[in-house]
C-alpha cells in the first residue's frame, strides 16, 4: 500500500459517509471539526474505521485533534502508524 493510496481511502471514506457522497469541496488541510464535516462521533467512527480497515491500533496519546481533523493529518497519523508496524519483525522474526 501506498501513502496515495492511504490518502485516497481516506478521503472517500470521509466524503461517503459524512458528506454523502455530495459534490462538496473536501481540501485536504481544511479542518472537518471547524467546517462541520464531522462533529466528536464521527471522529470516533472514523477512527473505528482506520483501526479496522489498516489493522492498527491509535495509543491514548495519538487521540488528539490534531491527528484525525484535517485529511491530510489522518493520512500522516495511518500512514506512520503502517510504517510503524511493517518496522517491527512479526512473530516469526526476531530481532537482532
Request: proline share 3%; aromatic share 8%.
Amino acid at each position: 500500500m501506498t501513502r496515495e493510496e492511504v490518502h485516497q481511502e481516506v478521503r472517500q471514506f470521509i466524503l461517503k459517509n459524512f458528506l454523502f457522497d455530495q459534490q462538496v469541496p473536501l481540501e485536504d488541510t481544511r479542518s472537518l471539526l471547524d467546517t462541520g464535516v464531522v462533529d466528536s462521533t464521527g471522529i470516533l467512527e472514523l477512527i473505528g474505521y482506520l483501526e479496522k480497515q489498516y489493522q492498527i491500533r491509535f495509543g491514548d496519546e495519538e487521540l488528539v485533534a490534531t491527528n484525525f481533523d484535517t485529511v491530510k493529518g489522518i493520512e500522516s497519523i495511518v500512514w506512520q502508524k503502517l510504517r510503524e508496524r511493517a518496522a517491527v519483525p512479526g512473530p516469526s522474526e526476531s530481532r537482532l
